[in-house]
Structure formats: structure tokens, C-alpha cells
């Protein structure tokens, strides 16, 4: 016990085991400025004289707020100090308290379990009991609560040996927690207990509160990533059919270890009343195929005042969600093909209607490209008509924008319609007549090398006073500034006419 107190001075030790709040005797629900838990009938500057009694009715251990205590609490948040809500008044539900007793090795867990939960009027629920070597019982408790119940009860309890026992609160984070292989089996049994194999359904809601774990003082949140990890092993080794998983109320503000499961037959995601603040945390999860999520009473659902853009969002990362917060959602504006019963047709590496042109087709696209990899372009005149068009276009892959080289040569001639808004240049770089367009194959384009082998050839119209086709395939420019030489893809569509 550090008292140490001199009127006038605020010493206190900091931490996560200190209360905050002062009042005029220094003292806050029968917690000391230390934090440490009031020694029963301990005056301030005699531990055992008599017990100070608060301001309200009736005095002894009950106290009642008054406007004084609220003055107080505006006036120390105005000065920046840290306000701690009354431990006795069981506002904060889940914070936790590590309580000490010395002197208990010959008692043993279950006298003092017995003892403490015969005295105090509440449910008593111990975490994680260790005995010190020291003869020191230690254990955790969770809310406010059981922390001031407990700690009316220090020197309260007469043992076996005529001596009172000793109970010591003090506020401390969440207890330690270590996966060996007891703790493992009870958690897989949890699960099991949890699983409705006819609704393909597991029920993991407010999972650290599970009767069983709680009975056995194990505090197994989902908020640490081990037991979350090894429940998600569970599930994809035992009960890879879920379907439904419902995770609410478990405090989860992060989900990359649903994210990194193998989960493919889930479809059904309960995640209310849970801490997710963004719905970008929702990315790591975007690619299950979920048709419905519930994320009622987290965070994140206030950022949005517009419900479209809440529906949008979402939707984003489940494109075939069909309901959301319980409500079903209007159909998704697009093809009403399902993906799952689409079928993709293969891949033919051209299509000719007439085949009878396949050799003029090969003929002219040996001669045409082999010129235009030439060092002299100007063969390729006689390629075209005096009334020839000839336009223009490039295309950057954003996705690989940062793989991708520069298409600055490229710009100058490009007639994209997507990123081209001034009408005269639409014009202008419009090609007309033989000579202008062989000419822009110099100005326009690099010296470059095709790869004929990726060639595809299709053929839209063959008769025999027109042909129109496309030539897909990759090429390569010789002479650039990066290091390495760019491998670019075209798409070229031809309009031949017979000579003469």
C-alpha cells in the first residue's frame, strides 16, 4: 500500500492498474489512488481504524453521485486529466481486474473459489487462476462489478487458521492466455457443442463468454489471434461444409484471419455488434462468395448517413449479396447471367467465315508487317488506297500501371474517345490518304519487331468486293530509354478492297 499523501499533493503510481478519478478523500468506489483495493475498515492515515464515510444517504460502502462528483469530472476533462468511471457502478462491464491473494497455498483454488463465492451477492466468474511460488493465488475477473464486490469482501472472509483473508483489486489488461493441449481440446469441444450440422451452422456469438471455457477460467476471445487461428483450422478440417457462420458480438476489429480462410462453401456472415470501424477491412474478405452479411451495430455503419452508399460499399466487396443487415437488397444492375451457370466458350486462335481467303489473309499480313519492321516504311504506299483512313489509339492496364512503359510517343496520334475531349484534335489526328498515314508510321511509331506466332486473325466480312478483319498479337520496340525493351499489345482492324 503506497500511501504517501500529503494534502494539497496528487502523487499516485500511472498505469493500467491506477483509477483515475479523484474525489475529495482520494479515494473512488472503494479503490485507492493506487489502485489498490481499500483494506476494509482502514482509515487514510490509520489501515485499521475506521472506515471513511462518503458523502449521500445512508453513508458506509454505498455512494451516491452528486453534483459536486460531476462538477469535478467536467473540471478535471477541461484540464486533460483522465476520468475513470465509479467501479462500483458497473458501467464498464469489460474491463478487467487481476486480484491477489497472499497466504493461500494451503487454502487452494477451490476454498477460495468457495469462499468468495459463498460471501459476495453477484455471479462470480475467476479467469485464468495461477498460484505464485511466493504462496500468492492469483486470478482475473471481468467488469467493474465483481471488481467492487470483491473488494468490500478484503478481510471480510475468516479462515480456517482464525486469520481474515486478503483480497487485493487492482485494474490490469485482459489475462494471459496459452493454446496448450487441454486448452485446445476444450476450445475443438466448444466448437462442436456450437456446430448444427442439419442448418450447416456454426455459432460462435460472444464465444469468449462460452459457459463451458468460462466454467474451466479460460478466456478464449476471438480477438486473439491464436484461438481465432486454431478455430478457423477447426473449421476447415472438421466442418468445411459451414455455411453459416455467425460471429457477432465478439469485440472483432480486424479480419485477415477469416480473410486467409479457406472457406468456400460459406455463404452466410453474421459479424454485428462487433468493433469494425471501416469497410475497408471487409477487403480481406472479398473474396468469399457471400449472399448475405450482417454488420448491424459496428462502427463502421455510422460512417455512412446515405443507406445507397452503405449498400454500395458493401456490395462492392460481395458483388452477390442479396442481403444485408436482415434486409433483402434490389438486384445488382447488370447481366442476369449467373456466373456459376455461365458458360465460357473456348478460345479458337482465329475465326475465317470464308476459308478461301486464309492465304490472301496470311499473304498480306507476312508482307505488311514485315515491312513495317523494316528500316524503310515507305514500301508500304503500295498498301494503300488514295482514299485511305487511318486513326489511332493506346490504352493503358491502370491495374499494372506501375510494369507498365511510358506511351508518351504514342500520345501525340492517339484518337481515344475515353480521354480525348477536344473535338479539333479528334479530327486532326485522323489520317487521309496513302502518304499522310505512311508517313505517321514513322513520326508515330518506333522501330519494332512483331511476334507473328501471337497472331490471331479474325475475319468479320469476306467477299469478294470487301474484306474486314482484325489482327490481335504483341510487338516489341527497339529503340527505347528503359532498360529493358517494351513488349506491347495491338489490335489492328483491316479493310481490303481488290486492286483496281
Known amino acids: 500500500m503506497g500511501y504517501n499523501r500529503r494534502r494539497g499533493r496528487n502523487r499516485g503510481r500511472s498505469g493500467p492498474d491506477r483509477f483515475h478519478q479523484y474525489n475529495s478523500n482520494n479515494r473512488q468506489g472503494g479503490f485507492d489512488r493506487d489502485g489498490d483495493a481499500d483494506m476494509a475498515g482502514a482509515s487514510r492515515d490509520n489501515p ?35 476520468i475513470r468511471q465509479d467501479a462500483s457502478s458497473g458501467s464498464n462491464s469489460s474491463t478487467w481486474f487481476k486480484v491477489t491473494i497472499p497466504f493461500a497455498r494451503e487454502l487452494g483454488k477451490d476454498y477460495i473459489f468457495q469462499s468468495i463465492n459463498n460471501a459476495v451477492e453477484i455471479p462470480f466468474s475467476p479467469y485464468c487462476f495461477l498460484m505464485g511460488n511466493d504462496g500468492k493465488a492469483m486470478f482475473y475477473i471481468q467488469g467493474a462489478d465483481q471488481a467492487s464486490a470483491l473488494q468490500t469482501m478484503n478481510k471480510r472472509i475468516t479462515l480456517p487458521n482464525g486469520y481474515k483473508m486478503i483480497i487485493t483489486v487492482r485494474q490490469s489488461e485482459a489475462p494471459p492466455f496459452k493454446m496448450d493441449q487441454g486448452v485446445v481440446a476444450l476450445i475443438e469441444a466448444a466448437v462442436q457443442r456450437r456446430w448444427n450440422p442439419v442448418a450447416l451452422m456454426l455459432n460462435l456469438s460472444n464465444f469468449a463468454n462460452d459457459d463451458v471455457l468460462k466454467a474451466e477460467g479460460i478466456f478464449a476471445s476471438l480477438t486473439r489471434p491464436n484461438v481465432f487461428h486454431r478455430i478457423v483450422e477447426i473449421i476447415e478440417e472438421k466442418i468445411p461444409q459451414m455455411e453459416i457462420l455467425d460471429l457477432s458480438e465478439n469485440k472483432l476489429m480486424k479480419l485477415d484471419v477469416l480473410g486467409s480462410a479457406r472457406l468456400s462453401s460459406l455463404k452466410r456472415l453474421n459479424l454485428g455488434k462487433n468493433q469494425i470501424r471501416h469497410d475497408s477491412e471487409l477487403e480481406t474478405l472479398k473474396n468469399l462468395k457471400l449472399v448475405e452479411v450482417n454488420l448491424e451495430n459496428n462502427p463502421l455503419c455510422n460512417q455512412f448517413k446515405d443507406p445507397e452508399k452503405y449498400i454500395s460499399a458493401i456490395r462492392k466487396r460481395f458483388p452477390k449479396l442479396k442481403v444485408l443487415d436482415g434486409n433483402d437488397l434490389p438486384a445488382p444492375i447488370g447481366t442476369a447471367i449467373d456466373e456459376e451457370e455461365a458458360v465460357v466458350p473456348h478460345r479458337l486462335p482465329g475465326s475465317v467465315q470464308d476459308h478461301s481467303v486464309n492465304g490472301v489473309l496470311t499473304s498480306f499480313n507476312a508482307e505488311f508487317f514485315r515491312i513495317f519492321d523494316s ?62 498515314i505512311v508517313s505517321s508510321f514513322t513520326s508515330a511509331f518506333p522501330p519494332t519487331t512483331h511476334d507473328f506466332g501471337s497472331f490471331t486473325v479474325d475475319s468479320h466480312i469476306a467477299t469478294a468486293a470487301l474484306i474486314v478483319f482484325t489482327v490481335y498479337g504483341v510487338f516489341k520496340e527497339l529503340e527505347s530509354e528503359e532498360k529493358s525493351a517494351p513488349i506491347r499489345a495491338f489490335y489492328r482492324t483491316f479493310v481490303l478492297i481488290p486492286d483496281g
Open 48 to 82: 485499521h481504524g475506521v472506515r471513511p464515510t462518503y458523502r449521500g444517504r445512508g453513508g458506509g460502502h454505498q455512494r451516491s453521485w452528486s453534483a459536486g462528483d460531476r462538477s469535478q469530472n467536467s473540471a478535471a476533462r477541461r484540464l486533460g486529466l483522465p
Open 375 to 436: 528500316s524503310n516504311r515507305q514500301g508500304l504506299l503500295d498498301a494503300y488506297h488514295d482514299q485511305a483512313i487511318f486513326t489511332m489509339s493506346y490504352f493503358i492496364n491502370f491495374e499494372h500501371q506501375s510494369k507498365q512503359w511510358k506511351f508518351d510517343k504514342y500520345f501525340a496520334d492517339s484518337r481515344n474517345f475515353m480521354k480525348v475531349n477536344d473535338e479539333g484534335k479528334k479530327l486532326r489526328v485522323v489520317k487521309l490518304g496513302r502518304l499522310p
